[in-house]
């Protein structure tokens, strides 16, 4: 009996220890690439998800780098808007490419910066108009996009990746999907050849998961890559040829005074001033020019041929 009371008090005893045992460790946790946290948490204090006043004029941005990243490049930016043109701007976040085309057409947001695929959609859905195309840094109105692989891979040809993981940034992007996969059916890949592929969201994303070894290679923005590659944090396997470049759009429902004001003072935008010392980081780093709806028409085509407009 007093056995049986000793053996019972023991299995308490260690039930106990090992509540508080595990109650003090770390527990360790699986970040998901593609399930973001929660925006707020990602935002400088005074940016909010929603912003925010009645009388301001709503500027969105699809999603490039880190939510965090992306407001700290824009909130100068607005701020010269407002100086320029004397209205209020403010910042409405959006996680998700599509949302800020909806939001652009539906005139919850008056002006925001959409790479070609998401302006050609807008347009075509919406009639949102082009108020400026970005600069590079030769002063061009064009970008190009990079598929890259970890420093240490194997990998040493665009070719190689048959068989491979590959991680494209949002499905209507621009230098993270369109023009990657346009490079990858260059080299003679499809999709289906391709052992994985995913939509990590953002270009960021897609750096981080090739970078983790997540994935074998990924497509992001040239900026981005020469940057990464430059620290030493990846390898560039190719970069395309020029496309047109992201632009500054406007919502239908602005009144022409105030398309006006803007485009003006977009035009006279000096990117070179200390006070915009991370607007490098964009795909604008000289500024913009006059909107070149021309230059779009193969990025219509691929638009049509990756099944974007559904």
């Known amino acids: 009996m007093l056995m049986k009371v000793l053996h019972k008090l023991l299995l308490i005893f260690l039930v106990i220890f090992l509540f508080f045992s595990c109650g003090e460790r770390e527990v360790p946790k699986r970040v998901s690439l593609t399930k973001r946290a929660s925006v707020n948490e990602n935002l400088p204090k005074g940016v909010e998800y929603n912003s925010l006043k009645d009388n301001s004029l709503k500027f969105g941005f699809d999603l490039r780098l880190e939510p965090k990243e992306d407001v700290r490049i824009y909130l100068p930016f607005l701020q010269y808007l407002e100086e320029a043109t004397g209205y209020k701007f403010a910042i409405r976040f959006t996680e998700k490419y599509e949302d800020t085309v909806e939001n652009l057409g539906k005139g919850l947001i008056h002006f925001a910066a959409l790479g070609p695929v998401n302006y050609v959609l807008a347009k075509k859905k919406y009639e949102v108009g082009c108020l400026v195309m970005g600069l590079n840094v030769y002063g061009k109105p064009e970008y190009r996009a990079a598929i890259i692989t970890r420093i240490d891979s194997p990998i040493k040809d665009i070719k190689d990746l048959k068989g491979k993981t590959f991680a494209f940034g949002d ?57 990464l590659q430059a620290e030493g944090k990846i390898r560039i396997l190719a970069l395309s040829q020029p496309y047109p470049s992201s632009m500054i759009c406007y919502s239908k429902k602005i009144e022409p005074s105030i ?26 780093p000289m500024g913009f020019t006059e909107c070149r709806e021309d230059l779009l028409k193969e990025i219509e085509t691929l638009v049509e041929r990756y099944g974007l407009f559904k």
């Open 171 to 227: 499905k209507y992007s621009t230098q993270g999907h369109l023009i990657p996969r346009k490079m990858l059916e260059e080299a003679g890949i499809s999709l289906k050849d391709l052992s994985m592929y995913v939509f990590t969201g953002s270009h960021a994303n897609t750096a981080r998961a090739v970078i983790n070894g997540r994935y074998e290679a990924g497509g992001i923005q040239d900026q981005l890559a020469l940057r």
């Open 259 to 284: 398309v006006s004001s803007v485009r003006k003072a977009l035009l006279t935008f000096n990117p070179k001033d200390p006070k915009f010392r991370e607007w490098n980081k964009t795909e604008m």
